[in-house]
């Protein structure tokens, strides 16, 4: 709609150096990687079943996300409208509706601030506040219609508010919820073959891949490791953890990218992102107990 069209270019007129690196800065709060530290600080440091718990609703959310946008196959703004809204930083290359960074932030947001939003009450407004400047960010750098933002959010919102719930019919035996993420990841990859989508389909594949992986890790990981995160309450424990795992994590991510054929979806993707969230749910805390760390 033009009146969208008109908000972004509104927006970009306040485009200065400064402008543009705050908010590529503010737009990071709503990409994986600082889900990823989120949930890793979580998992190795605070509360491993809270952090199971966050992961599988993020990923489900992502995925509900990413198959709209595949649905809805809208261009992004500047691609849209290039005589009139220009792209400030990295050009996204997947469809516009919805915004994946806002329902990236208001998932995580809106699950923290069911869990500790009662004890930590400046959890939910920091939180408001931080998924209010990643909209905003998003139509500033061209990547996103208001619409779109608006549309991330409501997905964001409700998916967190039903998968958590979700999530809690399992009790105490949430590691079980492994046999449902086994079967929506190969009912969905069996989906996307027969569409002859995989190629189309790299955000999902990733996602499925820490899917599984996160989910099969976790089950080993509570049956016969059980780590205690909080055996080892020394500070300096918890800068190692977050070190040491964070490192391997970021370098199995990026390093498998040097062998793994980026023509083959289903190994660039989905299994890169398999060995990378089998490492941050088992072996990391396995590693962690027998360092005594």
Not at 8 to 13: D, E, F, G, K, P
Not at 33 to 46: E, K, R, T
Not at 53 to 80: C, D, E, H, S, W
Not at 162 to 171: E, Q
């Amino acid at each position: 709609m033009q009146f969208e069209v008109d908000i972004i270019r509104a927006l970009q007129m306040l485009s200065s150096p400064f402008m543009d690196l705050l908010n590529k800065g503010l737009s990071f709060f709503g990409t994986e990687m600082f889900f990823l530290i989120v949930a890793i600080v979580l998992y190795w440091c605070i509360d491993k079943k809270f952090a199971y718990r966050l992961f599988n609703v993020y990923i489900l959310g992502v995925a509900v996300t990413n198959f709209m946008k595949q649905g809805f196959k809208r261009v992004r703004p500047f691609n849209a409208y290039q005589d009139r809204v220009r792209s400030i930083g990295e050009r996204e290359v997947t469809y516009s509706f919805p915004s994946g960074h806002t329902e990236s932030i208001s998932s995580l947001v809106t699950v923290c601030s069911i869990k500790y939003g009662k004890r930590y009450k400046v959890i939910p407004v920091i939180g408001i506040v931080l998924t209010l400047l990643v909209m905003l960010s998003r139509m500033y750098l061209g990547q996103h219609y208001l619409s779109d933002v608006f549309c991330g959010l409501t997905v964001g919102v409700f998916c967190a508010i039903a998968f958590n719930a979700l999530l809690s019919l399992f009790g105490d035996r949430e590691q079980f919820f492994v046999i449902p993420a086994v079967i929506i990841a190969a009912v969905t990859i069996g989906v996307l073959a027969g569409l002859h989508q995989l190629n189309d389909s790299a955000d999902i594949l990733k996602g499925l891949g820490a899917f599984v992986a996160f989910d099969i890790g976790y089950f080993v990981e509570k049956r016969f490791v059980r780590y205690d995160v909080s055996a080892h309450r020394e500070w300096w424990t918890y800068v190692l953890r977050v070190v040491i795992g964070g490192g391997v994590t970021i370098a199995i991510q990026n390093g498998f990218k040097l062998f793994l054929p980026e023509s083959i979806p289903m190994l660039y993707c989905f299994l890169r992102y398999f060995v990378m969230a089998a490492f941050a749910s088992l072996l990391a805390p396995t590693i962690f107990k027998l360092a005594r760390i």
